[in-house]
């Protein structure tokens, strides 16, 4: 059985693409999927399969649309990538509501994207994830996911340290 760390794209964001997380649940439940968590409303599961994530994901990305009528790309890690990902991270942790990791659904070449007033924000692009230190606070940066999305032409979501970490407790309890 494989364990994976599920992430959906925009759903519960001001009032848009409402979804009920044990709506959710049972949905995931009736699937098949086993160990089936959520946590917190923003799209967080952690689950097992026998299938593949790339599976997982079309499984789940096809059964929102037509439970929900929602078209939300789906991301899928282990926990073996994701703590892989939250040991990786190049910045300071020391001010944890100021981290973020931004997952992609496919690895990138880029290293580098341009990013107009971003001041004192850092970011650096590795593979499939685009590690952020924003000490101007995530609701001035310019790095959101939208222009990182559009800049790197690949579909991302993110996460703030706290979540990150406690998917992964979620993950490997």
């Not at 009528?69 to 899928?76: E, I, M, N, Q, S």
């Not at 990138?108 to 990013?115: F, L, Q």
Request: glycine share 4%; with cysteine.
């Amino acid at each position: 059985m494989n364990r994976y760390i599920i992430l959906l794209r925009g759903i519960n964001v001001s009032g848009k693409n409402k979804l009920p997380m044990a709506e959710l649940r049972d949905m995931l439940n009736e699937l098949g999927f086993q160990n089936v968590q959520t946590y917190i409303q923003s799209g967080n599961i952690i689950l097992e399969s026998k299938e593949t994530k790339e599976v997982v994901c079309q499984k789940i990305k096809e059964a929102i649309a037509a439970k929900f009528g929602y078209d939300l790309p789906v991301l899928a890690r282990t926990p073996e990538e994701w703590k892989s990902t939250l040991e990786s991270y190049p910045f300071s942790q020391e001010n944890e509501k100021i981290v973020a990791f931004t997952f992609l659904d496919r690895v990138t070449k880029e290293s580098v994207i341009e990013v107009k007033g971003i001041n004192e924000d850092e970011y650096k692009i590795v593979d499939d994830v685009v590690y952020l230190l924003c000490p101007s606070g995530f609701g001035k940066t310019k790095l959101t996911n939208s222009v990182i999305e559009k800049k790197l032409k690949a579909t991302a979501t993110t996460r703030n340290l706290k979540t990150t970490k406690k998917l992964l407790e979620l993950a490997t309890s």
